[in-house]
């Protein structure tokens, strides 16, 4: 039985959850998300709190009963207070700007780097150089600032690159503090 799965989800009011066809739909005040049921997890919603039942003679299913509970967990959090990941860029002439639906990096290629942002994010530059993304899917947003991290990863040596807000990079000593004996 999965510890995390048999946790009840809590939810506050204004936010409505369905079961339909298979599908879990959670809308709130921020919009609405949804999600596969998968067989043998069936769902028990109460007023003010969700439940997640694993069926155990399903082969397998506990695992999935933690993993589901976790993502309904995250869009019943979504639509209510959203998600938010912040990156920075650390290097000379470092910049970031969004035009339209296209967000586009100068980080010393020799053309400007272009990350398209997907449906249900906003994007926004300060400063240029800290680039913050918000929307209320948490996998969407991980993963547009995944995308955009890995255009230029801070490398060891000097820290430059597009790092997480946060983020702490463990600095390399460089070839000639390494080469005495």
């Known amino acids: 039985m999965s510890r995390i799965g048999k946790k009840i989800i809590p939810f506050p009011k204004g936010t409505e959850i369905n079961v339909a066809d298979g599908v879990i739909h959670v809308k709130g005040p ?3 998300l949804k999600t596969p049921l998968l ?3 069936s769902v028990d919603i109460q007023p003010e709190h969700i439940e997640l039942v694993a069926d155990e003679s399903v082969k397998d299913i506990s695992q999935y009963h933690g993993l589901l509970r976790a993502l309904v967990n995250n869009m019943v959090l979504g639509v209510n207070s959203g998600f938010e990941k912040k990156l920075e860029m650390i290097g000379v002439g470092y ?6 639906n296209l967000l586009k990096l100068s980080i010393g290629l020799s053309h400007p780097a272009e990350e398209k942002i997907p449906d249900g994010l906003s994007v926004a530059v300060d400063k240029n150089t800290l680039i913050t993304i918000s929307g209320i899917d ?3 947003v991980g993963q547009f600032a995944a995308n955009i991290r890995s255009w230029r990863p801070p490398e060891p040596y000097q820290g430059k690159g597009i790092r997480y807000q946060g983020e702490y990079v463990r600095k390399k000593a460089g070839k000639a503090a390494g080469a005495k004996k």
């Open 30 to 32: 921020k919009g609405t």
């Open 39 to 41: 067989k043998g997890v």
């Open 95 to 100: 910049r970031a700007q969004v035009q339209g």
């Open 138 to 140: 948490k996998q969407k």
